[in-house]
């Protein structure tokens, strides 16, 4: 979703986010050959370079080491102050509480509860005694 120029332009903040890097020059490996972390974590940085209207995240806290969470934990707060919609997609209660102020929760593809993160994963704790 992103222009040649954009992409060039935010190069060096994708791969610094992504973290690929850190343990050596990775990046300029094919994708093929990174370890399925490593290219979730840069599939991640390369969404969260560019601002969206709608943003959505299918358990990608829960990609790479506590840093690199940390990290997208705080992307992901800018985004959704920068007004646009961020879907989480997850089954990390802390994640959720940290980054989300209205849950769904889905069960079996039906909408069993909408609405405020506490009261909709507290009803989710009860139901399933975690």
């Not at 102020?101 to 009803?123: A, I, N, S």
Request: charged share 35%; proline share 2%; with cysteine.
């Amino acid at each position: 979703g992103m222009s040649r120029a954009e992409v060039r332009a935010r190069y060096q903040q994708i791969v610094d986010f992504s973290g690929i890097n850190d343990k050596g020059d990775f990046i300029t490996l094919p994708m093929r050959t990174y370890s399925s972390g490593m290219a979730a974590r840069l599939r991640f940085s390369i969404a969260a370079a560019k601002d969206h209207d709608v943003l959505m995240i299918d358990e990608a806290l829960a990609t790479g080491d506590r840093r690199f969470q940390k990290r997208s934990e705080a992307r992901i707060r800018e985004l959704r102050k920068e007004a646009g919609t961020v879907f989480l997609v997850s089954h990390n209660n802390k994640s959720i509480r940290d980054t989300c102020d209205r849950v769904l929760w889905l069960e079996r593809g039906e909408l069993r509860m909408d609405g405020p993160t506490d009261e909709v994963l507290g009803e989710y704790e009860k139901f399933t005694g975690k």
